[in-house]
């Protein structure tokens, strides 16, 4: 029975790194590897444009009913002045809230290949595998009350509101866990607990469930060190757990560490389903939109393209096809051809479709 995938390339870049996706996804329907079914919708600014929404109810129920839902990215200046609730990061948001993504995975890879593109030393980078848990669907992005109010004397207040559950922070720190098992078994777990009270509670929970796990090495740390953390040592760090702004705010940073933010996958699960153990996904790059760079075939699409690798490995169990198209990867690396944002003297520029053929022609090979 074929799979099905909705892919959603969003704006910006994300249409010329999603047709990238499409070569590779008909590559492998036709070389017999997979047997996906493809429908695509508009998803942020471009969705706003047709629909006057940041995604469609029509393409909610298509995202709702597809296996996996491959995402490019949303956003750009044209729609900086649209109203709050459909500016084109809100289509991205439901579809995390309304799919139940709770859990946001966000692997820094540094390719060897890639070690002297960092803007840090090679030996702190070199070698570096870690992994972000994010939270996706709690915290101070979707906490009550979110506004900002007239006080009527010439000034206004604002307020975001960071709230968590105990059962939200536990089954993300479960997700944590679970993984560092199957890398290199240990979790830290970041938060800002010596000022706020959701940090306290989700250093508690956090520790409760480290007890399940004793296999693994479990540390707290304060999300500010976190962050220098990252920069000062990275290879630290295996697996790094925290809640959806500081998770946001890490994960950026991880991803320079590998040379460039279009280098980073992620993928975004939901619970297993209790009949079928399915799970709900979306697979993104980690970067955005870059309307800077949009439409001029320089994109780097290596993300969008590792991101559709996470969703073979994590939303239909081909692992090893999974393998291969990671290897592919590192390989074009490995024969020194770079999009812009990774060039390196001596090596062989190479724009969007490209770098995309490249990759397909490895796993030719
Ligand atoms: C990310 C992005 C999003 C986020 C934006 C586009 C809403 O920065 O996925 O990291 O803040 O979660
Ligand atoms: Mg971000």
Redesign the pocket.
């Known amino acids: 029975m074929s799979q099905t995938l909705f892919l959603l390339p969003g704006d910006g870049i994300g249409t010329e790194i999603m047709a990238e996706v499409e070569k590779l996804i008909a590559f492998l329907n036709a070389e017999g590897l997979t047997d996906f079914e493809t429908d695509a919708g508009l998803v942020g600014g471009s969705a706003y444009d047709a629909h006057g929404a940041a995604i469609s109810d029509a393409d909610m129920e298509k995202a709702l009913a597809a296996d996996a839902v491959i995402f490019g990215a949303?956003?750009g200046p044209k729609w900086d002045g649209v109203p709050y609730d459909v500016r084109p990061?809100a289509g991205?948001?439901r579809l995390r809230k309304d799919l139940a993504l709770f859990a946001n995975l966000r692997p820094a890879i540094c390719y060897p290949a890639l070690a002297d593109a960092s803007s840090l030393k090679r030996e702190i980078v070199e070698g570096l595998d870690l992994l972000v848990v994010r939270e996706l669907t709690g915290g101070v992005y979707f906490g009550e009350p979110k506004e900002i109010t007239d006080l009527g004397n010439g000034q206004k207040r604002a307020v975001d509101t960071q709230v968590y559950e105990s059962y939200e922070i536990d089954r993300i720190c479960r997700v944590a866990f679970d993984l560092a098992g199957t890398r290199g078994k240990k979790v830290h777990s970041a938060d800002k607990k010596n000022v706020m009270k959701s940090g306290v509670l989700w250093d508690e929970i956090a520790h409760q469930v480290a007890k399940d796990y004793p296999g693994i090495a479990f540390e707290h740390i304060l999300a500010d060190n976190a962050a220098m953390q990252l920069v000062r040592n990275p290879k630290q760090f295996d697996v790094i757990v925290t809640d959806n702004l500081f998770g946001?705010v890490l994960?950026d940073a991880a991803a320079m560490l590998t040379g460039s933010l279009g280098m980073l996958p992620s993928a975004s699960l939901g619970a297993p389903d209790p009949e079928t153990g399915k799970r709900k996904a979306l697979y993104e790059p980690?970067h955005?939109s870059a309307p800077d760079i949009a439409g001029q075939g320089k994109a780097n699409p290596i993300a969008m393209i590792a991101s559709f690798a996470m969703a073979l490995r994590y939303s239909f169990e081909m692992v090893e096809l999974a393998d291969r198209v990671e290897k592919a990867i590192a390989d074009v690396l490995e024969d020194g051809l770079r999009t812009p944002d990774i060039m390196q003297d001596g090596a062989k520029a190479v724009g969007t479709t490209e770098m995309g053929d490249a990759i397909i022609a490895k796993l030719k090979g």
């Open positions: 949303v956003g990061e991205l948001l946001d994960s980690v955005g």
